[in-house]
Each structure stands twice: as C-alpha cells, then as structure tokens.
C-alpha cells in the first residue's frame, strides 16, 4: 500500500509549486493521495505553552507519520524556503513521536528565476536535516520560469521537467518499499 502526502511551500490555490507537487503525485500514483494544509499559525511557544498544539498542526504531523512517502515542494523566497514552510517544520518539530524520522522525502521546487528554486532546495535541506528524513539525493528537479513552465491543464510543458520528475518519484516510490 502506497499513502503519499504533498506538501506544497505556498499557500495560493494556483501556484506552480502545487503544480509541481500535483505533478509529482500523479507520476507516483499513490494507493491514497494526503495534500497537506499549511495554513497555520505562527509558531509561538507561549500559545502552545498555554493551550497545546493546535489541532491543524498536530493534523500535519499525524500525516507525515501516516505517510509512507513525502513531495515537498518549495517556492523560493528571498533566496531560501518559503516561511509558510519553514513554520510548518519548526511547528512539526515540537510534536511528540518524531513524525518525520526515517521518512522518505523527496524535495523539488518552482521559481520564477533561472535557478529554479536551487537556494530555496538548498535551505530546505538543511531544515530537514535535524529530522533524520530518508531525502532522495536525486535527480534535481528545479523548475526555472515557473509561470511559463505548465500547460492549460496544469501538466509540465517541458519534456525534461517531466523525465526529472519521473526519475525522483521512482526513485522515491523505491525507497518508500524498503
């Protein structure tokens, strides 16, 4: 049985990194498909000090632990992770039961610039770092011009964009069967 969850680092209905992470699911082809919401709070010791996590935030770290895989894929801003993401993993990282440990990860990123999201990928990895995720070395997906870079029906117009993503989401269904 295959349950992926797609975490996609912007919150805009149409953005090209829920795009990419759609992509990513529909080349998979998970058994069961989560797509995270990480409209959250800000993280604030004193609010969970004082009243605990909040119920969205300890849904999110219940479906990584449920998740037999993870897409996460990430905007870049201002030359890093989105915060929209960065507060998901700090809020995450408080959770009881490590959700994240030993969990296959596969990271990709959509970015107006030429780089595609490298520096955004970049941070993402080092955030991740402390939560001993299984991360997939590979192929690099990085998706430059991010606007012009779907078609109509929100597929990937670029052939090479396409072979990438089919290379990590093999790479990561195979680590997922471990």
Same mark, same amino acid.
């Given at each position: 049985m295959?349950?992926?969850?797609?975490?996609?680092?912007?919150?805009?209905?149409?953005?090209?990194?829920?795009?990419?992470?759609a992509e990513?699911?529909?080349?998979?082809?998970?058994?069961?498909?989560?797509?995270?919401?990480l409209?959250?709070?800000?993280?604030?010791?004193d609010?969970?000090?004082n009243?605990?996590?909040?119920p969205?935030v300890?849904?999110?770290?219940?479906?990584?632990?449920?998740?037999?895989?993870?897409v996460?894929?990430?905007?870049e801003y201002?030359?890093?992770?989105?915060g929209?993401?960065k507060n998901?993993?700090?809020?995450?990282?408080?959770?009881?039961?490590?959700?994240w440990?030993?969990k296959p990860?596969a990271?990709?990123?959509a !970015?107006? =610039?030429?780089?595609g999201g490298? *520096?955004a990928?970049?941070? %993402?990895?080092?955030?991740? $770092?402390?939560? +001993?995720?299984?991360?997939?070395?590979?192929?690099?997906?990085?998706?430059?011009?991010?606007s012009?870079?779907?078609? !109509?029906? =929100?597929?990937?117009?670029?052939? *090479?964009?396409e072979?990438a %993503?089919?290379?990590?989401? $093999?790479?990561l +269904?195979?680590?997922a069967?471990?």
């Amino acid at each position: 049985m295959s349950h992926l969850l797609t975490i996609a680092g912007a919150l805009r209905q149409w953005s090209t990194n829920r795009l990419l992470a759609a992509e990513a699911a529909r080349l998979f082809a998970p058994e069961t498909l989560t797509v995270a919401d990480l409209r959250l709070p800000l993280y604030d010791g004193d609010l969970e000090d004082n009243q605990g996590f909040p119920p969205e935030v300890q849904a999110l770290a219940d479906q990584i632990a449920a998740a037999d895989a993870v897409v996460i894929s990430t905007p870049e801003y201002n030359k890093a992770l989105s915060g929209v993401l960065k507060n998901a993993l700090d809020w995450v990282s408080r959770t009881k039961g490590s959700p994240w440990r030993h969990k296959p990860v596969a990271i990709m990123s959509a !970015a107006a =610039g030429r780089s595609g999201g490298e *520096r955004a990928q970049s941070s %993402l990895r080092l955030a991740l $770092a402390p939560f +001993r995720v299984w991360l997939v070395p590979g192929p690099e997906v990085l998706v430059a011009d991010s606007s012009n870079a779907f078609d !109509a029906d =929100g597929g990937l117009a670029d052939a *090479r964009y396409e072979k990438a %993503l089919a290379e990590l989401m $093999a790479a990561l +269904r195979n680590a997922a069967g471990r």
